[in-house]
Structures are given as structure tokens and as C-alpha cells.
């Protein structure tokens, strides 16, 4: 099957984001091992697990930013899914280590996508590559503009840094 | 492995229910299908999935006794779940039909049990047993007595009308 | 949130079809509900698991054809699916009764693709549309031309016929 | 809900065993969070969930002792569960992290237990406990002696050394 490129490049000085060097962009980075129960009859990863992958991914990316999805929430928001899509390159099996890579993609007024591409862990093959895109509702479960926070999150990613200062 | 003796046959009037005719006890019945999802890289149904026939089974049960365990929580009651425990004696495959037999089993002032077992469905062997045993909690998520309604579907499960009148 | 169109009637003689009046195009349908075990604490379904419902209407609609995905593996081919999406509508939430809706869509030569629509049981509103491209692999897992039976099955299902003859 | 007596105290020389103070007994541990993913409309983690937690404590556990499971069954034995259960004494809530404590329990010929015990990762609460009972099968998946390497480890186990020499 077909890949894209992607050449991550730990930073030096924080091994929680790493550079593409095809693109020049950041993305977070965490690792975890696929389980047993994670796997199908035929010997791979279920499509479907890739997706609590991609929430890990989510997850971690915004506790290294300080702000857990958790505290949204508490804050009166949700965030769910309106939109996702994954598209696969190779298997992941039984105990292959994976590295998650998450970036904050577009953001609109009530809406934000975050991008995903998931390689193994010890190959560096990409398996592969997908987005959620995220609508904000308000405490009443209706669209609202994203929150302050949030938004501030999206913009003070490193990536945004990194192009303005070339410095991260 | 071992196994355990149950001998289930359906009601003339009733194909919701059958009756062990080892231990004259009724259960009800319900049906469904593995799916990839289900299964794991050893070809077989991962056993924590197993948990989600039960409910399936114990979700059946409520329904066909006109009191939907979303009417339960309606009423201001949650029933979780403080211990639980399976023993498997077969393995369930891809695309394998099963019976899932459940039964209201002990029930105390605060706590009931469901039990269940599943048969394969062509070969009618013992796949599993088990059960789980819940906790009444009210609104403020402290254990109280359970709920009347609950209480007065556990007395009408057929086997009590059974063992009373030998009629069902 | 935006929708879609899509106004399904059911066949007269054959209910596990059902044709789109917007479309014309003829749909196969299951049912099932939603348990608690595919909640999140949003209390709706967790968007992970509708590729589980799109997993059993794709299932069902490969038995009610006479090919069960059972007997394609058997015959020495995998199906794994190589791309996905879904975009969602409104949300499921516990005990919710739904259709799923899925119909065989593109083929090429090594590709296929299932769409599907996930109705509200009762509402009939729309809670999502998605699909699932496959690539057909061999016993030594390289990708290979669709196997005969399946092509066949893809020409022959309803909508071709309904096409031609205008009479299903 | 009732509780157990468990006092973990970390080994100064190696984080990843405690000592439980009550009992003298040495555990592994490993750490996880919960994930949106785990949670149900209870707001609290689904009881079917905590097998996963297990599956990664039993996988830790074999691995820090250098025999990864994937390799166990390399070397041509399967050990699938035949008997599971759990007692749940407080949820887990939604980005709790907890603690997984696993031990080596009984061995017999054919069979062997893991035993778990997990803490909240802050306040050091009991969740719950449980244990799996796996029985050895060979290739063609008939019950079998445990393999040597397999028994060797469960002998070695530190709460072996501990017992015998107090220097752990």
C-alpha cells in the first residue's frame, strides 16, 4: 500500500515533541504498546482500537500543555467528535510498541481538528495517519465559539512558535 | 476443561424462556453473533467481551420483564456492579451464534445477583458461566434498598411461578 | 449540526432492504441498541464504537447475500480495511434503538467500499454516515484482484437489479 | 462498600515491585490513566474495562521479567483464561491514574494464577481486586504441562527471593 512522508526528529531539549523534517512541523509524541485485547482473529490491530489510540494521543498532547481535557470539561465545554477519518498503511501486532503523534490542525470559530499519524515504535514505519475534527458545545449541549483557553492552547503550540521564531 | 451439566428446552408457549430440565431453574434466553471485533489474534473471543454479552443478556432480560434497566436509572436508582466472575470451558469463534441464558439469582436488601450462561448456538455446548452482583445506589451514589420495582420483578420471574404453580 | 438527506422505505417483500426515495438507491438494513457498555460519560456512544455497528451491518448484509465474511476467509482471502470515515449528526444515546443501514459501493480491482447510514430506531433521525474501503490480500497477505464470488456478489446485489429492471 | 487491607510500600532499588506491608507479599507495578474510552454513562470506568488493566499489568509484569508473552507463545503455548474474577470496591473516574499491582499466584501442573489489586494513583484508595486462571495449551490446544521457562519465572518471581532471604 501506498505512505506518506513524515521524518520526525526528537527536539533536544523536550523529547515530548518532535520535527518532521519533510514539513517542518511539531507534533507531540507518546508511546504505548498494543494489548491482546487490542487485536482480531487476524493477527492485527482492530480498526477500531486505533481510534482510543488517537484519544491517548489527544490526551497526552494537552496535559503537556497544561490543560487536560478534564479541566475543559470542568470548564463547561465539550468537545465531541463530528468528523474522523484514519487511513491505513501497514498492521500494528501483537506487543509492537507505537509511537502517537498528535498536532493541533485547523481551528475555526466552533470548531478544531486535530491530525494524527501513528508509527512503530522500533521500525519508525508509518501504520497510520487520521484526524478528529471536534465541535464545542456549551453546557446546554449547543455549538458555541471555543473557549479562551483552548484557543490559546491552539495558538501557543510549539509549531507556531517554531515558525514565527525558528527557535523550538 | 470441565464443564458444567444444564440442559436448557423452550417454553411451548413462551421462546423467550426455557426451562434446565437438570435443575428445573428458568432462564431467559436471547441470541446473538460474534463479530471480528470480538475476537482476538489467538482466533477466539477475548474474554473480557464476554462481560458484554452478560449485559446484552441481562439488558434482554429487563426488557422482556417490562422494566428496561434505562427505567431503573430513570427512577433515580443505579445498580453497579461489586463483583463478578466468569469460567470458561469452550472458546467462541468468528461469527459463532450463542444463547445467552441469564437468571435473577440471590437477591438481599441492598444487593442482587444475575446469572448467566452461554451455549453455543448450533452445538448447544457450555461456552460459559458466570455472574455479577450488584449494588442499589440512589441518587447520591450511597447504597440503599432496592428499588420496589425491582424487587417485585425479581418475585415474578417465572421460575418463582413456576415453582409455585408447575404451570409455566 | 448539518445532515443529510435520506428517506428510507422498506421493500414490500423483502424488509431487509430498504430503498432511499432522495437516491433511489436500495440500502440493506439491520437493527440493534446501543448497551451501556458503548457509552462514555458524555452518556452517548462512544464514536469508537460505531465502526462496531458499521462492522455488524456490513456482517449482515455479506450473510443475508449468501456470502458470509466467514466463508470469504475461508476461501483464502482477507479484506482488511485500508481507509475509513464517519461523520456524525446527533448522538445515540443508552438503549437507543437503531438501523444500520449498508450498501456495497465502488469496487476496483483490488478495492472495495461498504457505505453506511445509522438511523434512530424510532425518530428515524440521522446519527451518521460513514464507509469502509477494503483491499483485498491472499493467504500471503499481498494484495490481489477481488475474488469472483465477492464480484459477483457486489453486481448482484439489490440495486443493480433495481437499476436495470426497475422491479425489486 | 467493604474493602481489603493492602499497604504497598516501594522497593528502594527497583520502583517497579512494591512490598505490600500487610502481607509480606512483593507485587509488580505499573501505571496507566483512564481514557475517555473506559468510561460509561455512570460517569465511572465500565467494569469490563478493568480486564483490560489486568491484560497490562500481567503483560508488565512478564516482561520486566524478560519473558514477554508474545514470546511464550513463540516458543508454542498459549495460557487462556478459564476462570476470572473481580471485586470492586470504589470506581475509577474519567483521567484517574491508577496503580496495577500484579503477583504470580498459585501454579499447578496444567494451570496458573495471576492475582491484581489496583489503586488510585493519588489518594492510593483500593479500585478493586481480582485474579485471571490461565491453563497451559500446546499447539494443537490441548492442556499441557506450563513450560519450564514459564515455571522458572513464576519460582523467581522477587516475593520467592524475598521470603527465602528478607534482602530484597
Known amino acids: 500500500m501506498k505512505s506518506i512522508r513524515f521524518r520526525p526528529q526528537p527536539l533536544q531539549h523536550d523529547?515530548?515533541?518532535?520535527?518532521?523534517m519533510e514539513t517542518g512541523f511539531i507534533w507531540h509524541q507518546?508511546?504505548?504498546r498494543t494489548l491482546y485485547?487490542?487485536?482480531d482473529r487476524a493477527n492485527v490491530v482492530y480498526h477500531a482500537n486505533y481510534l482510543r489510540y488517537f484519544e491517548f494521543g489527544r490526551a497526552s498532547l494537552l496535559r503537556d500543555a497544561n490543560y487536560p481535557y478534564k479541566e475543559i470539561e470542568e470548564s463547561g465545554y465539550v468537545y465531541p467528535i463530528i468528523d474522523l477519518a484514519i487511513t491505513f498503511f501497514h498492521p500494528l501486532y501483537y506487543d509492537d510498541p507505537m509511537f502517537i503523534h498528535t498536532r493541533p490542525a485547523e481551528i475555526e470559530r466552533i470548531k478544531l481538528q486535530f491530525d494524527y499519524i501513528i508509527t512503530h515504535g522500533e521500525s519508525g514505519i508509518i501504520i497510520c495517519k487520521g484526524f478528529t475534527k471536534h465541535c464545542?458545545?456549551?453546557?446546554?449541549?449547543?455549538p458555541t465559539a471555543i473557549d479562551a483557553k483552548?484557543?490559546?492552547l491552539?495558538?501557543?503550540f510549539p509549531h507556531k512558535i517554531e515558525e514565527k521564531k525558528g527557535t523550538l
Not at 15 to 20: E, G, L, P, Q
Not at 136 to 142: E, G, I, M, V
Request: proline residues 0%; aromatic residues 8%; charged residues 30%.
Open 136 to 142: 464545542a458545545l456549551n453546557n446546554r449541549r449547543t
Open 37 to 39: 485485547a487490542d487485536t
Open 154 to 156: 491552539w495558538q501557543s
Open 150 to 152: 483552548t484557543r490559546i
Open 15 to 20: 523529547t515530548r515533541y518532535i520535527k518532521d
Open 30 to 32: 507518546c508511546s504505548m
